[in-house]
């Protein structure tokens, strides 16, 4: 069973509007947790990158939360533009270096 | 730019074919990683080299030979492939493997169709 569950699987949201990405870890000894955005065609950029002391931080319109007591994640995307069209991958690390990957949330922005 | 590059983008081989990827990193890292990335699922970590050892083996089937000859230079070596090895390979590099709040930077994959 996958360590990291990303939800929904995909989502369609129109232009302007906010959303919210869902994921839950069970690794553990946590070590921190990282959201990834990969565009079509191209590698995963990091969004951001939290330890379990840190419970929010925000790249741009791009904001990250963290309950560590939960062992939950969220990545809120404010006023979305076409090019927040891409795939959210939210990556939780183990013992200060494995990585275990979430399968992603596919964000569509329509106009 | 990332800052990582991996050649070629796309490759189509037949099971009987030799080939090899390969990946450059311009970023002074330490660290490089392959990973296999198939449709709707997880990234699956490969191979790992840390100073030019090979620090993890995921156990990765013998027909995927990594290859490493210094620290910005990663190759991965196909021969004999199967159908299901169908997908987005992607390079990445680190920093350091022991430091966990650095982000892997990836290169945007060569897309391998095995025939």
Known sequence: ?111 | ETGVTQTPRHLVMGMTNKKSLKCEQHLGHNAMYWYKQSAKKPLELMFVYNFKEQTENNSVPSRFSPECPNSSHLFLHLHTLQPEDSALYLCASSQDRGQSNQPQHFGDGTRLSIL
Not at chain 1, 26 to 51: A, C, E, H
């Open chain 1, 1 to 111: 069973k996958n360590q990291v569950e990303q939800s929904p699987q995909s989502l369609i949201i129109l232009e302007g509007k906010n959303c919210t990405l869902q994921c839950n870890y069970t690794v553990s000894p946590f070590s921190n947790l990282r959201w990834y955005k990969q565009d079509t065609g191209r590698g995963p950029v990091s969004l951001t990158i939290m330890t379990f002391s840190e419970n929010t931080k925000s790249n741009g319109r791009y904001t990250a939360t963290l309950d560590a007591d939960t062992k939950h994640s969220s990545l809120h995307i404010t006023a979305s533009q076409l090019s927040d069209s891409a795939s959210y991958i939210c990556v939780a690390t183990e013992n200060d270096y494995k990585l275990s990957f979430g399968a992603g949330t596919t964000v569509t922005v329509r106009a």
